[in-house]
């Protein structure tokens, strides 16, 4: 039996295999909005385990599993013996052989690594404390459909150096564009991987020269979940790094604005941006469902 393959971070893919699975997203979404029918993974079946809440992850997740033909079961950490101490490389051998596929959202990055290093079949990301892949896969593809190529543009993160930012800095790198992230003293992204990502990725302190002449300015909560303690210091001093306006008027004619949601308006990004007509937030949360769809295809292909 092959080794399956695993997705945990971008890392794992290549740029040319990024550059297919947007196509092919772009291709699923289409198909989706005729009515035509794409069931490529007829009978598989999708094990979801939650240690964190969802509302996209899990909806995308399982709409498109029944989309693809096969069908998705939800896990919560609580409710699995996992949340009674069975071991991590225990339940990976039992649940992957059952299932065709495994997808995780839980703290701990090494977790995961601890559950694919033991599974059988396919191990999907979902969002760590450190990482959170499929998110920019959908933002990849929402940059794609409304502005083309990503590579050699500048974009600019605001806030805090989280597990989205982290992925974003693979992105960087992968995908060969600048990255330039604003954020205050003691918020910044992982210094291990700031420094693999070289000339991609720079940290700037001042918001507004970070997000000057820039094609893209992205943003996240403030307080990731399990920060919840941490939610009124943060705020305090990422206040300056708020998405808004006047922010978004520094940056290039044209330039888009994400956030990955569930967002806290008027902390990192203001309601008038979240609510704005042309704004590609909303197609940027749909895209969670084609952009994985695509990803699942590929994952199984092998
Ligand atoms: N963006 C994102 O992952 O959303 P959920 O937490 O709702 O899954
Ligand atoms: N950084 C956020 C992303 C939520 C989708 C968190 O980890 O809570």
């Known amino acids: 039996m092959t080794a399956p393959r695993h997705f945990l971070t971008l890392m794992d893919l290549t740029a040319d295999e990024i550059r297919s699975l947007i196509t092919r997203a772009m291709e699923l979404k289409s198909l989706r909005n005729q009515g035509l029918?794409?069931?490529t993974l007829e009978g598989k079946v999708l094990a979801m385990i939650f240690t964190k809440a969802?509302?996209?992850?899990?909806?995308?997740?399982e709409a498109g599993m029944t989309q693809l033909g096969g069908s998705a079961l939800f896990l919560s950490g609580q409710d699995t013996?996992?949340?009674?101490?069975?071991?991590?490389?225990?339940?990976?051998?039992?649940?992957?052989?059952?299932?065709?596929?495994?997808?995780?959202?839980?703290?701990?990055?090494?977790?995961?690594?601890?559950?694919?290093?033991?599974?059988?079949?396919?191990?999907?990301?979902?969002?760590?404390?450190?990482?959170?892949?499929?998110?920019?896969?959908?933002?990849?593809?929402?940059?794609?459909?409304?502005?083309?190529?990503?590579?050699?543009?500048?974009?600019?993160?605001?806030?805090?150096?989280?597990?989205?930012?982290?992925s974003w800095m693979n992105a960087a790198r992968l995908l060969d564009f600048e990255l330039v992230v604003a954020c205050p003293e003691g918020y910044e992204p992982d210094a291990e991987l700031l420094s693999a990502c070289g000339h991609h990725v720079r940290i700037e302190r001042d918001p507004?020269?970070?997000?000057?002449?820039?094609?893209?300015?992205?943003?996240?909560?403030?307080?990731?979940?399990?920060?919840?303690?941490?939610?009124?210091?943060?705020?305090?001093?990422?206040?300056?790094?708020?998405?808004?306006?006047?922010?978004?008027?520094?940056?290039?004619?044209?330039?888009?604005?994400?956030?990955?949601?569930?967002?806290?308006?008027?902390?990192?990004?203001?309601?008038e941006l979240m609510d704005a007509s042309g704004t590609v937030i909303w197609q940027e949360a749909e895209n969670r469902l084609h952009a994985q769809k695509a990803l699942m295809e590929l994952l199984l292909s092998d």
């Open 54 to 61: 969802s509302t996209r992850t899990r909806v995308s997740f």
């Open 81 to 166: 013996q996992l949340g009674r101490g069975e071991p991590i490389a225990d339940t990976a051998r039992v649940i992957s052989s059952m299932v065709d596929m495994v997808m995780i959202r839980t703290f701990a990055h090494a977790d995961v690594e601890t559950f694919a290093s033991h599974s059988k079949v396919p191990v999907i990301n979902g969002l760590t404390d450190d990482y959170h892949p499929c998110q920019i896969l959908a933002d990849l593809q929402t940059y794609v459909e409304a502005r083309g190529e990503i590579s050699g543009r500048t974009v600019c993160w605001l806030g805090d150096g989280n597990n989205v930012c982290h």
């Open 37 to 39: 029918p794409h069931k």
């Open 208 to 271: 507004a020269q970070a997000a000057q002449g820039t094609d893209l300015l992205i943003t996240d909560v403030w307080a990731s979940m399990g920060q919840e303690d941490e939610q009124t210091a943060r705020a305090n001093t990422l206040a300056p790094y708020q998405l808004n306006r006047q922010l978004l008027d520094k940056a290039a004619p044209g330039a888009l604005y994400m956030h990955c949601l569930p967002a806290h308006r008027d902390e990192e990004i203001s309601t």
